[in-house]
């Protein structure tokens, strides 16, 4: 009886070793569109993530260059983190489809849509997917303001515990501090954004609607003539007597040919800055921070050239 109870104790050790040991020792698989959600979720998850982004902060996000590798990345996964409002429509649900991992699909329990939450800017009276907008459920690039980066942090952690709830408390801790380092940040954003206030400018694509709208900024038009469409002869000529009138000082490009932007610059006056629409692109915006923190220098340094 005793011997029974004793070697019952040893199997009880055991198994709550062995358990405990696999848990610890199998990072969670983390797969994100995005570096910015690839940052946040190391932030949140640390050493119980292992954290990869399938873009890499250079590509447009409308139009990604799909790799082989994307599909067996997929298929391994854990957990799936995406902006969503159909950003990554253009790409990601042929990956998801190829890829054969039911738990991450849109509406399961692994997949973590960080917009959830968020106050969704220039959503279309009526969609007009025929017409190639890019944009049908809203503007999409809500990750620009650095307030949402508070929705998508709280967005992730909620989804993490939500499939690993034994790790809720560690998950909970990281994103306190996390939130904590991120309005520090905003906080010093505010006051050295201040000069940004009333400047207008013209951006390639709408990325910049969200950042403009908290920093003060004034979108004066756009290089595209919609969403992801490339501009006609006659929208440029509008657009240049626009600027003209209204005395756009910047011109805001990303991932696009600088042509568009130097030609409208060389005919209005207006000076051509290259920001960042996700991180991860640059050392200098490797993490979500950094990379707010770069476009806002950018800026600032780009009214204070000439
Ligand atoms: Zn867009």
Redesign the pocket.
Same mark, same amino acid.
């Given at each position: 009886m005793k011997g029974k109870t004793f070697l019952g104790a040893v199997f009880a050790i055991l198994l709550i070793v062995g358990l405990g040991t696999d848990l610890y020792a199998q990072p969670i698989r983390v797969i994100t569109t995005v570096p910015d959600l690839s940052d946040i979720t190391k932030q949140i998850g640390k050493e119980l993530v292992n954290v990869e982004s399938l873009t890499r902060g250079v590509e447009f996000?409308?139009a990604v260059p799909v790799k082989p590798s994307f599909v067996p990345r997929l298929n391994r996964a854990d957990i799936l983190v995406v902006m969503g409002l159909d950003?990554e429509a253009s790409w990601l649900p042929a990956l998801l489809e190829a890829a054969s991992q039911p738990k991450i699909l849109p509406g399961q329990a692994a997949h973590i849509d960080t917009s959830v939450g968020v106050a969704v800017a220039e959503v279309p009276q009526s969609i007009d997917r025929a017409g190639g907008d890019?944009?049908p459920k809203g503007? !999409?690039?809500y990750n620009l303001d650095p307030h949402n980066g508070r929705i998508m942090a709280r967005n992730i952690a909620v989804g993490l515990s939500r499939n690993y709830p034994q790790h809720k408390a560690a998950f909970d801790k990281n994103l306190d501090a996390y939130l904590a380092e991120l309005d520090n940040a905003i906080e010093r954003w505010q006051t050295v954004a201040a000069p940004l206030k009333g400047v207008k400018f013209v951006g390639y694509?709408?990325?910049w609607a969200y950042f403009a709208k908290r920093f003060g900024l004034q979108q004066i038009g756009t290089i595209e003539s919609k !969403?992801?469409i490339e501009p006609t002869p006659n929208h440029l000529i509008a657009l240049t007597q626009k600027m003209q009138q209204e005395k756009v000082q910047l011109i805001i490009y990303g991932p696009q040919s600088d042509r568009f932007p130097r030609q409208l610059a060389s005919q209005t006056g207006a000076r051509v800055v290259r920001l960042q629409s996700t991180a991860g692109a640059l050392p200098d915006t490797d993490s979500y921070i950094k990379f707010i923190d770069y476009n806002v220098k950018s800026l600032l340094a780009a009214m204070q050239k000439g």
């Open positions: 996000m409308h950003l890019v944009h503007n !999409p690039h694509h709408g990325d !969403p992801g």
